[in-house]
T-cell receptor, first 111, second 113 residues
Framework: DQQVKQNSPSLSVQEGRISILNCDYTNSMFDYFLWYKKYPAEGPTFLIS?????DKNEDGRFTVFLNKSAKHLSLHIVPSQPGDSAVYFCAAGGNTDKLIFGTGTRLQVFP | KAGVTQTPRYLIKTRGQQVTLSCSPISGHRSVSWYQQTPGQGLQFLFE???????NKGNFPGRFSGRQFSNSRSEMNVSTLELGDSALYLC????????????FGPGTRLTVT
């Protein structure tokens, strides 16, 4: 049972445009959500998070939107840069320190 | 602060052997979680240790075990290795309080032949 789903395995975006990565979850007990970026041969690095009491959180070029009724969150990257090319994982957590990760979306930003 | 370190970085074992992986968390972090990453499966949660106690456990067979020491360093053991155990094993540390992000190490790439 995949509680956190990233239905797009890959995304290709032109440099300077917006990248939108999507994530759906099924467990309504999740109360915080995170996005991680992963380069090959490295561990994931934390990007941005949002708690369930908010619907938007912004950090520079990165914005995460949460739609609790739809159990959906998205990560917007504006403007996209070639260095953003990586695999992006969304993750969800509840009242423990256990995180459930999605399967990842590979983002490619081309010039 | 030094980041999360994992040793070894690469490992090749044969079927039936056992392996032990090590993880040193960020100083002051009391929680260590272990994940298995395989292509197409994302990061699968193995278990989490907090203050030397297993606090959470994923859906992996008993061949996968772990422990945490008083200095918060953690080890993961896989016994009777199978070909399907070939994966990147990641550990992540955090303060152990819900809502705080986890910081990942670079991973140990295990290949079982």
């Amino acid at each position: 049972d995949q509680q956190v789903k990233q239905n797009s395995p890959s995304l290709s975006v032109q440099e300077g445009r917006i990248s939108i990565l999507n994530c759906d979850y099924t467990n309504s007990m999740f109360d915080y959500f995170l996005w991680y970026k992963k380069y090959p041969a490295e561990g994931p690095t934390f990007l941005i998070s949002i708690s369930s009491i908010k619907d938007k959180n912004e950090d520079g070029r990165f914005t995460v939107f949460l739609n609790k009724s739809a159990k959906h969150l998205s990560l917007h990257i504006v403007p996209s840069q070639p260095g953003d090319s990586a695999v992006y994982f969304c993750a969800a957590g509840g009242n423990t320190d256990k995180l459930i990760f999605g399967t990842g979306t590979r983002l490619q930003v081309f010039p | 602060k030094a980041g999360v370190t994992q040793t070894p970085r690469y490992l090749i074992k044969t079927r039936g052997q056992q392996v032990t992986l090590s993880c040193s968390p960020i100083s002051g972090h009391r929680s260590v979680s272990w994940y298995q990453q395989t292509p197409g499966q994302g990061l699968q949660f193995l278990f989490e240790y907090f203050s030397e106690t297993q606090r959470n456990k994923g859906n992996f067979p008993g061949r996968f075990s772990g422990r945490q020491f008083s200095n918060s360093r953690s080890e993961m053991n896989v016994s009777t290795l199978e070909l399907g155990d070939s994966a990147l094993y990641l550990c992540a540390s955090s303060t152990g309080t819900s809502g705080y992000e986890q910081y990942f190490g670079p991973g140990t790439r295990l290949t079982v032949t």
